[in-house]
Nanobody, 122 residues
Framework: QVQLVESGGGLVQTGDSANLSCAASGRTFYNLAMCWFRQVSGKEREFVATVSWSGDNTYYEDSVKGRFTISRDNAKNTVYLQMSNLQREDTAVYYC???????????????WGQGTQVTVSS
């Protein structure tokens, strides 16, 4: 079993940057693919970015390409999401997820954090 705890959300202004962290515990972290999803109330959970276990491969949702960067530190059992030039449409609850393989769809991830709210105001 993997426990995931996100941190770093909050209220920011349009154009600002924010950094999210997800700390993992409970089993070996280094062989898990990690992913960030986000969800707006009343909508489906949306893929944001994912990183392979080695960190060598990353994939992004089109709207965040060039603005968000996913990375991981296997020594710290932590995955990060650096977000820049935030827009109001980035407002959501951001979730960290883990799986044995890289996926971009939520049902393929069986370990989830509790989520952290990011609110972008103009």
């Amino acid at each position: 079993q993997v426990q995931l705890v996100e941190s770093g959300g909050g209220l920011v202004q349009t154009g600002d940057s924010a950094n999210l962290s997800c700390a993992a515990s409970g089993r070996t972290f280094y062989n898990l693919a990690m992913c960030w999803f986000r969800q707006v109330s009343g909508k489906e959970r949306e893929f944001v970015a994912t990183v392979s276990w080695s960190g060598d491969n990353t994939y992004y949702e089109d709207s965040v390409k060039g603005r968000f960067t996913i990375s991981r530190d296997n020594a710290k059992n932590t995955v990060y999401l650096q977000m820049s030039n935030l827009q109001r449409e980035d407002t959501a609850v951001y979730y960290c997820a883990a799986s044995r393989r890289v996926w971009t769809t939520a049902p393929n991830y069986n370990h989830w954090g509790q989520g952290t709210q990011v609110t972008v105001s103009s």
